[in-house]
């Protein structure tokens, strides 16, 4: 039996600019642990997306406050860290909503 693959990871501009724009860098660095995570099996965690965000994935980060989305390449062996931020239901300001926003301006891939 042969070891499980490591994903490489791969972060959008998008996705960058998320993470960058977070204020605190005790929250940047969960959050940056929480992604190398996915390099071993990114399937087995998170949740799949549905509706709009169906294909990708999402993961918790910092407890219950924030959340990473990605998607898996099984071919190419890559996690794709698509945008990173605070869960907010309800809000505008909620990174699926945000997420939403982006792939219909085709910012999200």
Do not use: F
């Not at 490489?8 to 996705?15: C, D, L, Q, S, Y």
């Not at 949740?47 to 390449?73: D, F, H, M, N, T």
């Amino acid at each position: 039996m042969s070891a499980p693959a490591v994903y490489t990871i791969k972060w959008t501009e998008t996705a960058l600019g998320l993470a960058a724009a977070v204020p605190d860098h005790r929250v940047k660095r969960v959050i940056s642990q929480r992604v190398d995570q996915l390099a071993e099996t990114p399937e087995q965690q998170g949740k799949p997306l549905v509706g709009e965000l169906a294909g990708s994935r999402g993961v918790r980060a910092v407890g219950q406050r924030y959340r990473i989305i990605y998607r898996v390449v099984r071919r190419a062996v890559v996690v794709t860290i698509a945008a990173v931020g605070r869960r907010k239901h309800g809000d505008t300001k909620d990174i699926y909503a945000l997420a939403r926003k982006l792939l219909k301006q085709r910012l999200l891939r």
